[in-house]
Nanobody, 122 residues
Framework: QLQASGGGLVQAGGSLRLSCAAS????????MGWFRQAPGKEREFVATISWNGGRTYYADSVKGRLTISRDNPENTVYLQMNSLKPEDTAVYFC?????????????????WGQGTLVTVSS
């Protein structure tokens, strides 16, 4: 099970850090990802990280502003969000795939968290 948290209301240019806590003993066996879904839009890929953090990959729209990381002993993956823009407003979801690699398609993931809302005001 995945539990996302850390969303909230922030002004444009501000920062937030999202967390996703995983239950279970095999967290390091999973590649992890963050996706987001804005109102009226499809869920889209944001970032992904490999089992040990050695590989990461980002959507072009967030490169240089958002950073994915993980702490395997704490069973947690993070999304540090800097220089936020109004177009970053969405519900953010974390996802897990039983694989050591990185994955960018939502249909590739096995488990999903419940989502946390990020609202960026202009």
């Amino acid at each position: 099970q995945l539990q996302a948290s850390g969303g909230g209301l922030v002004q444009a240019g501000g920062s937030l850090r999202l967390s996703c806590a995983a239950s279970g003993r095999s967290f390091s066996s999973y590649g992890m990802g963050w996706f987001r879904q804005a109102p009226g839009k499809e869920r889209e890929f944001v970032a992904t990280i490999s089992w040990n953090g050695g590989r990461t990959y980002y959507a072009d729209s967030v490169k240089g502003r958002l950073t994915i990381s993980r702490d395997n002993p704490e069973n947690t993956v993070y999304l540090q969000m800097n220089s936020l823009k109004p177009e970053d407003t969405a519900v953010y979801f974390c996802a897990a795939k039983l694989s050591t690699g990185i994955w960018t398609l939502k249909d590739q993931y096995d488990y999903w968290g419940q989502g946390t809302l990020v609202t960026v005001s202009s």
